[in-house]
């Protein structure tokens, strides 16, 4: 029997109907079977696939600086972050670190993206479930922190910065006054995120108690980011495996307690605060120096395998490089947070209404090429 | 002026309709060609009507949005809309196979219909009402519980997963808010003893109801907007529509012009709710009025009536706009819980409430 020729009704008298590949709500080309009595929810089915573009195969004809780019791909709204765990995982196996400066500066950028990543899905939350303003409220933040990335990197998305031993090119003189301009502007907004969506009614009666996800089945499903931390699960790997300087800054891991679409919700909203703080302890303090460790001109790891994790804005991503020793990998694997936040989906929608399934999946944050990369 | 106005729309009208029998010898002719007038100048007026809600849509929300809006085709962008019309009726009006196609090409019909026949009773100005029938109010909520038919139809013969959903939601949905609607409607008739549109706007000559009426008729007033809302199927109730779970709920399947009739029901509908509310709880054409300040009251009618409805109507208007651009969407649980476990209470204990208002003659 064909995937999608199946009749309308199972033999049990259950309703199966496809969410996606095309729809509003899936945030690309996800594809959902969904199984329901009436509106509840029986049984969620991902289809993955639509947009996979082999990026882990495509990567061991290429060489170790060529390499990083792919990943901008992956989670696009973490491009900087997945380049910084790629040039991490080469610098672990050339033995080499980034020097001081370079190290910050991918600090303050990877939070930058975090933020940016956060502002949109906050936009996507309130879209999803039907609030059409705040998508453009979080855009006009994210389009400012875009703008000190176009400036600083040449690009707005896949910015491409991190290069193996530092970075490819030294700040813009503006980027200090206007990313403290931005973390202002910031600040100032996070009340009137709260009084459009936090504190609204209905968006926490959609949110609150829905979607419980408990600490034991986030690990055992090997969810991370904000989603395990929603139930309580410490696991932000800036705090247990600090790199690029983690451990020299303040910080705190933000925890829920509930496990619900709303413990996940109040999770990112702090982690925004978290992330600004992050910045501002640093953006003044940018030591003096070289922005690239010296590299040869062709990189050649020994023979080995590497493995690099970082915390990107969905929870942690894994680079996994075996080398044999030639100017290309071996063997590359990603642990993508995304495929094994989607993994938990069935096993949290079971019982909700379809417009839970809408809360649900807002609050795991999907993006799906991250899922099939 | 006022006597201007007096003058144009009731002795335009009788003066047609005394031509017409004195001319046509046969009485039946004459009424129905008098009614095709009525329907074309209804459909006149319903256009342009349309025309301006979109486009005051589109602005609202841009105006909530930190956008612009439209601002491209003709000045202020005031003929996007045309242009989104234009497009509309070129479009190729596809009926998906599979579907029972006379009830697929009925529903949208069904839609304009029934709200076009709600706009009958209500009064637009002075003296200038297509049939003040005695029954008024009752014919409004009747008729306008037609339109749950053009949805489930819409949703059941487009063979089509979602819009079926959406049409079953929608069942649900008008069923249980016609509820609240009505009993809010009843504490004004109550209070005004009379179902006729008219007397309802006269009997407000000394101050409108939700002024006069205390707190019982301002929550009749709270519960009938938020009641209307739903049943008109506007944010955040529109559950049948429901564009991130459904993608477009019952009308998934329409395109072209049938598009544009479920677009334009819609858009009547809203300003059929809007021009009830005006009528019941603000007055209706009758200009603001405080007790028998003469000379106040008589500077407040220098202002045509017409501009009173209007101006009371469109501003409930932005209130159920605002509505849509603010609030996230409730889930299906959740809006059957509010009608039946917080309005439906509420507005049967405000019936009483206005019964012995009314009784005891506490009111203004």
Known sequence: MSLLGEDIVTEEGEFVINIGPQHPSTHGVLHLKVWLDGETIKKVQPHLGYIHRSIEKMSESLSYRNFIYATSRMDYLSAHINNQACALCVEKGLQIEAPPRAQMIRVILAELTRLASHQLWWGCTGLDLGAVSPFFYAFREREAILEIMEETCGARLTQNFCVPGGIMTDIHPNFQKRTNDVLKQIKSKFQEYDDVLTGNVIFENRNKNVGFLSAEDAISFGCTGPMARGSGVSCDVRKWFPYDGYDKVQFDEVLGKEGDCFSRYMVRMHEMKQSVSIIEQLIDN???GDFQAKTKMVLKLPKGEFYQRVETARGELGVFIVSDGAASPYRIKYRSPNFSNLS?????????????????????????????? | MNILLTISFSSIASGIHHWLVSTIPNELLAKSIEMVIVGICLLLFLVPLCFILGYMERKVAGFM????????????GSLQIVADTVKLVMKEGLTPTGSDKFLFNL?????VVTCMLVLAPIAFAKDFQIWDINIGVLYVSAISSLAVIGILMAGWSSYNKYSLLGAMRSGAQIVSYELSVGLSLISIVILTGSLKMSDIVMSQETGWWIIRGHIPVIISFVIFVIASTAEINRAPFDLAEAEQELTAGFHTEYAGMKFAMFLLAEYINLFIVSAIAATLFLGGWMPFHIGHWEAFNHIMDFVPSS????????????????F???FPRLRVDQLLTLEWKYLLPISMVNTILVTVMAIMGWHF
């Open chain 1, 286 to 288: 940018i030591p003096e």
């Open chain 1, 344 to 373: 938990a989906l069935d096993h949290i929608a079971r019982g909700y209404k379809i417009g839970d399934l809408v809360a649900i999946m807002s609050t795991i944050d999907l993006i799906i090429p991250d899922v099939d990369r």
């Open chain 2, 65 to 76: 949005q930190m956008r612009y809006g439209p601002n491209r085709v003709g000045p202020y």
């Open chain 2, 107 to 111: 529903a949208p019909v069904i839609m």
């Open chain 2, 307 to 322: 501009l009173w409805f209007l101006g009371k109507t469109f501003f409930i208007i932005f209130i159920i706009m605002q």
């Open chain 2, 324 to 326: 849509r651009w603010t």
